[in-house]
Antibody, heavy 119, light 111 residues
């Protein structure tokens, strides 16, 4: 049973780059035909899909964030990562990583990590 | 592309049934059988309840069911229980440009 755990700084300054990593345990990230997604949720608001990476390294991004997002996979470390550049207060949110079977079946999810953008 | 439309809140008494709607367009909900539903309790990560419109993952109660008519998908919860009190989100594939859309979420209150 795969388990996902997000890690990274909880505080990022405006205009800087937010960087998070999702460590996958309980199985190889390379096994199976899975995508690996990032999803965020501002406090008191709904979910927003950020993007996903396939184990080959190919990516899909939310068009509204595409210019600022990079998602990559490191199969040797069994993890995938998110970089979001030029952040503002609007990027403050709980960031989740999730396994995605490519058919909008997100399961399982990490516990989430709060990232605050503030000087 | 805009988020899928869900009612902000619904409520029901224990034992009753409720339905949460999720309205999109022919470019997302109506165009594919790829709607999923997630349950989220406060401070917790979302949990998959329904995928591909009407399929239940192992371990999810058969009180939860999904359906679709045209551009609107629905989640029905029968025999409401106190633990069903949570937020619910729909999600749909939205084509090869937008890829994934979530609904705005519905707060279910079990009275």
């Amino acid at each position: 049973q795969a388990q996902l755990q997000e890690s990274g700084p909880g505080l990022v300054k405006p205009s800087q780059t937010l960087s998070l990593t999702c460590i996958v345990s309980g199985g190889s990230i390379s096994n199976g035909n899975y995508y690996w997604s990032w999803i965020r949720q501002p406090a008191g608001k709904g979910l927003e899909w950020i993007g996903r990476v396939y184990t080959s390294g190919s990516t899909n991004y939310n068009p509204s964030l595409k210019s600022r997002v990079t998602i990559s996979v490191d199969t040797s470390k069994n993890q995938f990562s998110l970089k979001l550049s030029s952040v503002t207060a609007a990027d403050t949110a709980v960031y989740y990583c999730a396994r995605d079977n490519g058919l909008e079946r997100f399961d399982p999810w990490g516990q989430g990590t709060l990232v605050t953008v503030s000087s | 592309q805009s988020a899928l439309t869900q009612p902000a809140s619904v409520s029901g008494s224990p034992g009753q049934s409720i339905t949460i709607s999720c309205t999109g367009t022919s470019s997302d909900v109506g165009g594919y059988n790829l709607v999923s539903w997630y349950q989220q309790h406060p401070g917790k990560a979302p949990k998959l309840m329904i995928y591909e419109g009407s399929k239940r993952p192992s371990g999810v109660s058969n009180r939860f069911s999904g359906s679709k008519s045209g551009n609107t998908a629905s989640l029905t919860i029968s025999g409401l229980q106190a633990e069903d009190d949570a937020d619910y989100y729909c999600c749909s594939y939205a084509g090869s440009t937008t890829f994934v859309l979530f609904g705005g979420g519905t707060k279910l209150t079990v009275l």
